[in-house]
């Protein structure tokens, strides 16, 4: 076959040959021209060689480019983690040993608390939590009560000498109440004992809730010292009565103490509750043959109102007498104030609550 192209023209074409633009006729004639030409051939070979040695450098330099972008996204990444996490560490060591949260009042521990001869109150404040400590300790009044605030933070595992306890002497002159993070210390005149706060919590509005009475003896913790007891209510018609039957046998002088300690208070701490029956047998060298008694919201009005002018006469104090019972379970300062009067009269013995000789009838 006759070979028409001349070097010349090859040469021409050679551009477009090797990036493969020729058309196919065209394309023909060069190869033919190329596998009788040696010279045409080597130039066609330079051409192309150069190309494809750019083409390795280039694709090597993007593989490198790539590597670099790769290994740098990496670090990248590794450095936000780790940034990431030493925020998050100092923002809780940061909230947890310096900024602190506010106390709950269930959890502030008041101890030592007394008054002294200059009517000063004095206590030791601190949470009940042996990690966290109170900081920042600020005071403010208004209106006559005063009223404490603080910081509970976390204690520094570091810290040499420091003392957990806070000491406080706060001059009662003016006040009419003492607030403590949350928590009532002291009202006219009386320490708030956490007992009466602890108490208050288990009231309840009905008599027929087992396991609302089953918190209130819990809390006064009444099996310890009966050794054993059974409930049962009378909630058909009023008045409502919750009778106490104990397993063992007990001495009537204690059961009476108990009268006043722990009956008054199921009385007082169940709104609706009318009356406590108590049913017992003596122990047999007590000499006594009475099996049970009763507290009523009546009697304990009255024996309530007696030890309170008894009270104000002794004290030169202006306690209210209350016209019902009840209004002793309405605030912690009227609460404090029964146990305060119970406690007085340990020795008061006149009036004894209705006792039978026994469990059906009355004397």
């Given at each position: 076959?006759?070979?028409d192209?001349?070097?010349?023209?090859?040469?021409?074409?050679?551009?477009?040959?090797?990036?493969?633009?020729?058309?196919?006729?065209?394309?023909e004639?060069?190869?033919?021209?190329?596998?009788?030409?040696?010279?045409?051939?080597e130039r066609?070979?330079?051409?192309?060689?150069?190309?494809?040695?750019?083409e390795?450098a280039?694709a090597?330099?993007?593989?490198?480019?790539?590597?670099?972008?790769k290994?740098?996204?990496?670090?990248?990444i590794?450095?936000?983690?780790?940034?990431?996490?030493?925020?998050?560490?100092?923002?809780?060591?940061?909230k947890?040993?310096?900024i602190?949260?506010?106390p709950?009042?269930?959890?502030?521990?008041?101890?030592?608390?007394q008054?002294?001869?200059?009517?000063?109150?004095?206590?030791?404040?601190?949470?009940?939590?042996?990690?966290?400590?109170?900081?920042?300790?600020?005071?403010?009044?208004?209106?006559?009560?005063?009223?404490?605030?603080?910081?509970?933070?976390?204690?520094?595992?570091?810290?040499?000498?420091?003392?957990k306890?806070?000491?406080?002497?706060?001059?009662?002159?003016?006040?009419?109440?003492?607030?403590?993070?949350?928590?009532?210390?002291?009202?006219?005149?009386l320490?708030?004992?956490?007992?009466?706060?602890?108490?208050?919590?288990?009231?309840?509005?009905?008599?027929?809730?087992?396991?609302?009475?089953?918190?209130?003896?819990?809390?006064?913790?009444?099996?310890?010292?009966?050794g054993?007891?059974?409930?049962?209510?009378?909630?058909?018609?009023?008045?409502?009565v919750?009778?106490?039957k104990?397993?063992?046998?007990?001495?009537?002088f204690i059961?009476?103490?108990?009268?006043?300690?722990?009956?008054?208070?199921?009385?007082?701490?169940?709104?609706?509750?009318?009356e406590?029956v108590?049913?017992f047998?003596?122990?047999r060298?007590?000499?006594?043959?009475?099996?049970g008694?009763?507290?009523?919201?009546?009697?304990?009005?009255?024996?309530?109102a007696k030890?309170?002018?008894?009270?104000?006469?002794r004290?030169?104090?202006?306690?209210?007498?209350?016209?019902?019972?009840?209004?002793?379970a309405?605030?912690?300062?009227?609460?404090?104030?029964?146990?305060?009067?119970?406690?007085?009269?340990?020795?008061?013995?006149?009036?004894y609550?209705?006792?039978?000789?026994?469990?059906?009838?009355?004397s």
């Amino acid at each position: 076959m006759k070979n028409d192209l001349t070097c010349g023209v090859v040469r021409d074409l050679l551009p477009s040959y090797v990036e493969n633009l020729l058309g196919e006729e065209s394309k023909e004639a060069v190869d033919r021209h190329l596998e009788t030409c040696p010279e045409c051939r080597e130039r066609k070979e330079d051409m192309a060689a150069p190309t494809g040695a750019e083409e390795t450098a280039e694709a090597a330099k993007e593989v490198d480019f790539l590597r670099r972008v790769k290994k740098g996204t990496v670090k990248k990444i590794a450095l936000a983690v780790v940034c990431t996490v030493l925020l998050v560490m100092g923002g809780y060591l940061l909230k947890e040993f310096v900024i602190g949260r506010t106390p709950e009042a269930e959890y502030i521990s008041i101890e030592n608390l007394q008054v002294d001869a200059e009517n000063n109150l004095n206590l030791l404040a601190d949470t009940y939590w042996g990690a966290y400590e109170l900081r920042g300790l600020k005071s403010t009044e208004e209106n006559g009560i005063l009223t404490y605030t603080a910081r509970e933070v976390r204690v520094n595992p570091f810290q040499t000498a420091y003392r957990k306890q806070i000491p406080l002497s706060i001059p009662l002159k003016g006040l009419d109440e003492v607030w403590i993070c949350g928590r009532l210390v002291w009202q006219e005149g009386l320490i708030i004992h956490p007992d009466t706060l602890r108490m208050l919590e288990t009231k309840t509005p009905y008599c027929g809730d087992p396991a609302a009475l089953g918190r209130i003896m819990d809390a006064l913790q009444l099996q310890e010292f009966t050794g054993g007891h059974t409930v049962s209510l009378q909630t058909r018609e009023r008045p409502y009565v919750l009778t106490l039957k104990f397993e063992k046998r007990i001495n009537p002088f204690i059961i009476w103490d108990w009268t006043e300690c722990y009956f008054f208070q199921i009385l007082a701490l169940v709104d609706n509750l009318d009356e406590v029956v108590y049913a017992f047998d003596p122990e047999r060298d007590s000499g006594k043959t009475v099996t049970g008694g009763r507290v009523t919201v009546e009697y304990a009005t009255e024996v309530m109102a007696k030890l309170t002018e008894s009270h104000n006469l002794r004290y030169g104090t202006d306690w209210p007498i209350h016209e019902n019972f009840k209004e002793y379970a309405e605030s912690p300062l009227e609460y404090q104030r029964m146990i305060t009067l119970l406690e007085e009269s340990c020795s008061y013995k006149q009036g004894y609550p209705l006792i039978w000789s026994d469990s059906s009838g009355r004397s």
